[in-house]
Nanobody, 121 residues
């Protein structure tokens, strides 16, 4: 099982980036999520999506600025990040788990390798 994250890079505050996460697993019935780890901080939940019906979940810190989506034909998940802030600087990871949504990272079974996002002020 592989999750391949991509799309990170450097952006200015107020700018946008889009992350992608391609999956080698058949994700029907799964909940796919994005997490991030900022320098010196714990990894935290960012957003998640229910693969079957597209229901979305967001951390309060990104609500209204980030949009999670998925392409069921490409088996790929996306995170559109708008109105970026310097505090969004982190390594972003995609992850997946079956059955039900949770923001608890320990409950996610599959993880991608992470992609760096850096937001300059």
């Amino acid at each position: 099982v592989q999750l391949q994250a991509s799309g990170g890079g450097l952006a200015q505050a107020g700018g946008s980036l889009r992350l992608s996460c391609a999956s080698s697993i058949y994700t029907s019935g799964y909940y796919m999520g994005w997490f991030r780890r900022a320098p010196g901080k714990e990894r935290e939940f960012v957003a998640a999506i229910a693969w079957n019906d597209g229901r979305t979940y967001y951390a309060d810190s990104v609500k209204g600025r980030f949009t999670i989506s998925r392409d069921t034909f490409k088996n790929t998940m996306y995170l559109r990040m708008d109105s970026l802030k310097p505090e969004d600087t982190a390594v972003y990871y995609c992850a997946g788990r079956p059955v039900a949504f949770t923001a608890a990272q320990a409950s996610y079974r599959y993880w991608g390798q992470g992609t760096q996002v850096t937001v300059s002020s």
